[in-house]
């Protein structure tokens, strides 16, 4: 591999069915991760942003937007399963067992499920993963399936980077 870069993504041959992946960055959620991305996606359910309403329900506090806990799980495992991805072909088996709350930090696992080469592109092949989401406690907010489409080795688009040039 030379002098390749982990940092430009694990190939298609690189996932093996079993091996579990426990992603290296945890994220704690603010008040504004909430807010803004319920604005952003046009949520208007009130236990996410009306704190007066909140505090009615069971949970006495704003919960937080479920389509950012499984966005901020997806990003946290980009770096070790699809940053070298041609295409997400999808989310399956999305399950929210418990809540998740501003102040919360989230961390991520996935598994290798299954491989297989693609049968239209011969650059790239599907792998499946199991992801799972969880709080600093160890509580899981999240598991999903997500299959996602990786190049092969040598079969994604070089990555033009410029080299620095020094005067004199």
Do not use: C
């Not at 982990?6 to 008040?31: A, K, N, S």
């Not at 942003?49 to 966005?71: H, M």
């Not at 997400?88 to 290798?112: I, K, Q």
């Not at 297989?116 to 399936?145: A, H, M």
């Amino acid at each position: 591999m030379g002098n390749r870069s982990m940092l430009q993504g694990r190939d298609y041959e690189d996932f093996h069915v079993g091996d579990v992946y426990e992603h290296p960055y945890g994220r704690t959620i603010t008040d504004a991760d909430n807010i803004w991305f319920t604005n952003l996606t046009l949520n208007t359910n009130r236990v996410h942003f009306d704190y007066a309403y909140a505090a009615q329900t069971e949970f006495g506090k704003p919960l937080v937007n479920s389509a950012f806990t499984l966005a901020l799980v997806t990003g946290l495992s980009v770096i070790d399963i699809s940053e070298n991805a041609f295409a997400n072909l999808g989310w399956d088996n999305v399950r929210l067992p418990n809540p998740v709350f501003v102040g919360d930090t989230l961390y991520a696992e996935s598994e290798v499920l299954e491989k297989r080469e693609s049968r239209s592109r011969p650059n790239v092949g599907i792998v499946r993963f199991r992801t799972l989401g969880y709080k600093q406690d160890g509580t899981v907010v999240i598991e999903y399936e997500r299959t996602v489409m990786l190049y092969t080795r040598g079969g994604s688009p070089r990555r033009a980077r410029p080299r620095p040039k020094f005067a004199g």
